[in-house]
């Protein structure tokens, strides 16, 4: 039991310190889901949008999503989520850890 207790306060003491990002890259052609379905996906995971970045690439788009708010486990559901609206949408996701400044010690 101290070994969970000792953990939870060095995770709730990181937590204070840092926050924790998600960037989802997703290539999708034409004729897949527009970016309405991808901000209702989004929003159903209370996932905060902090940065969208669309760029087309020939007959595709490419969506660099970034998104706070949600932790790891909640980020990877939101992957599945994502690519499950269409069989041919690749979905990469990179977690980030931010050191935040303005976090007392």
């Not at 209702?40 to 760029?55: E, G, P, Q």
């Amino acid at each position: 039991m101290t070994t969970q207790t000792t953990l939870s306060q060095e995770t709730s003491a990181l937590e204070q310190q840092f926050r924790m990002t998600h960037t989802f890259h997703l290539s999708l052609g034409a004729s897949q889901p527009a970016a309405g379905q991808l901000e209702s996906t989004l929003k159903s995971a209370n996932a905060r949008v902090d940065k969208w970045l669309i760029m087309r690439r020939g007959g595709s788009y490419e969506h660099s999503i970034t998104v706070g708010g949600i932790g790891e486990a909640s980020a990877r559901a939101l992957r599945k989520a994502l690519a499950s609206l269409n069989q041919e949408i690749k979905v990469h996701v990179e977690h980030m850890l931010h050191f935040d400044r303005s976090a007392k010690a």
